[in-house]
């Protein structure tokens, strides 16, 4: 197949390549020049015709770090596709008058469908969907047409979904392999039902796939990448993420962690030399005619600061808290004591479940279990939270102490108690409050964070992205 030849026609391949990597940094893939030649070379290497070859050669050039591969493989698709309009195949949608615009045999087709995932041949379910979205994602059952603005042609994956339903076919497929001997056992038949369960899931990409190849021709690939390509875990922003997504940003913690410690080494390293003292250098330049030809520095003597974290892990902040916290444990080795407080209604003391070596799966639902953090209605109370924190643990505040609140800072339209925050502000070394809410956000509703923020610096940390640089910026060197 020469698709990838043809789709470059109007720029050549090596403008096409380029566009590709521009749409990979669009969507914050970080691709140099060196990786742009890198994928050249691979193109003037590989056979074009084997597309597979062609987006592992691809992805090896071009992909430095984990978590890229998702919105690469979108991309791909998009900018190197399978096909061309409809494509061509071998397999085709069965007609109930046997003529080439008569309406299309739903049954017919799901019976193809049937044998195809009984006998998982995957490049005929490929042709299988691109035929269905042709004949169902766009004109449906009846032939008629459904066009979009501007009169160009919709395309819908649940359109065809629906009409086809693969999941029904599930049973149909067990029990002809079941007659046919291919099953024994309990084992056996659990394993070949997941089986074909991953292969109806497989297709079903395949129809979304499709869709979004046919959209792009019409839409253009831009308009369709904005909200086709998935946000990687580090854009991902805390408040709207899902179980999945917080899971995947978890997984992100140790490898982030490894890259903001490489960081602050290079950064110790450069400022190993303290602030010039003007002393000692006026006394040197004596022996040169009063001419400073020898500066002389501070003896620098860096020290490792204590850290205090308050945290509220109320409602959806829990997992913006949560991975704050997984990144500070990571992390604790660049100061000398952490201790961690939660708070909802009220704040305890939960440093024993972030101790090193302790097991940090679920941790967040231990901290709920077993912290005294709720009184009443197990809202948000920072001001009661902060002056409960102050009357029992303000010993833990020192001048040797970095404090970091992570909130969003909504009140529930109670006391923000910022007498105490004050307090607890001037008695440390340094104070931070991370916010997991836009900036766009502070002030609104029952939001008391320009309240704050008029005590503490204040930091918009909506992704892991942003909340790297903020930790980067406030390690102690």
């Avoid at 305890?348 to 101790?355: N, Q, R, Y």
Wanted: net charge neutral; with cysteine; aromatic share 6%.
């Amino acid at each position: 197949m020469d698709t990838a030849v043809r789709v470059a026609h109007d720029h050549g391949l090596p403008g096409h390549l380029v566009d590709f990597v521009a749409a990979l940094r669009r969507h914050g893939v970080s691709v140099g020049p060196g990786e742009t030649v890198d994928a050249a070379r691979v193109l003037g290497a590989l056979d074009l015709m084997y597309r597979e070859h062609l987006r592992e050669g691809l992805a090896a050039a071009l992909l430095r770090r984990s978590g890229q591969r998702q919105a690469f493989d979108t991309l791909f698709e998009l900018y190197f596709p399978a096909a061309l309009g409809a494509g061509t195949g071998e397999v085709e949608v069965p007609r109930v008058d046997d003529s080439e615009d008569g309406p299309v045999d739903v049954d017919a087709l799901r019976d193809v469908l049937a044998d195809l995932l009984r006998d998982g041949d995957t490049d005929a379910l490929a042709e299988l969907a691109r035929a269905v979205v042709d004949a169902l994602g766009n004109s449906g059952a009846r032939g008629q047409g459904i066009r979009g603005a501007g009169g160009q042609p919709s395309w819908s994956a649940y359109q065809a979904l629906r009409m086809l339903s693969p999941e029904t076919l599930l049973a149909r497929i067990l029990d002809e392999l079941r007659a046919g001997g291919d099953v024994g056992g309990a084992f056996a038949d659990e394993v070949l039902r997941r089986e074909i369960r991953d292969r109806i899931a497989a297709f079903r990409k395949m129809i979304t796939d499709e869709v979004r190849r046919r959209t792009a021709e019409t839409r253009g690939r831009e308009q369709v990448a904005r909200t086709a390509v998935p946000k990687q875990a580090e854009q991902v922003e805390f408040l709207s993420a899902h179980a999945e997504q917080l899971a995947a940003l978890r997984r992100t913690v140790h490898p982030l962690a490894r890259r903001l410690a490489s960081r602050l080494a290079v950064r110790r390293r450069h400022a190993r030399r303290g602030t010039l003292d003007m002393r000692r250098t006026l006394r040197r330049s004596m022996s040169t005619g009063g001419v400073p030809m020898r500066p002389a520095f501070r003896t620098r003597r860096p020290g490792r600061p204590e850290l205090v974290v308050l945290c509220d892990v109320s409602g959806s902040v829990a997992g913006f808290s949560h991975f704050t916290l997984l990144l500070v444990q990571a992390l604790r080795e660049q100061f000398s004591k952490v201790r961690v407080f939660a708070f909802v209604e009220r704040a305890d003391e939960v440093t024993h479940l972030f101790e090193p070596g302790a097991e940090l799966s679920g941790v967040m639902a231990r901290v709920l279990r077993e912290a005294e953090l709720v009184a009443f209605d197990g809202h948000s109370d920072y001001g009661s939270s902060l002056g409960g924190f102050a009357e029992h643990w303000g010993e833990a505040i020192t001048s040797k102490t970095s404090l970091l609140i992570l909130g969003d800072a909504r009140t529930n339209y109670r006391d923000p108690n910022l007498t105490v925050l004050r307090r607890l502000v001037g008695a440390a070394r340094h104070a931070h409050w991370l916010n997991p809410e836009p900036r766009r956000q502070w002030g609104s509703g029952d939001s008391a964070a320009l309240r704050y923020a008029d005590v503490v610096p204040m930091h918009e940390c909506r992704t892991a992205a942003q909340l790297a640089a903020v930790v980067e910026a406030l390690l102690p060197v």
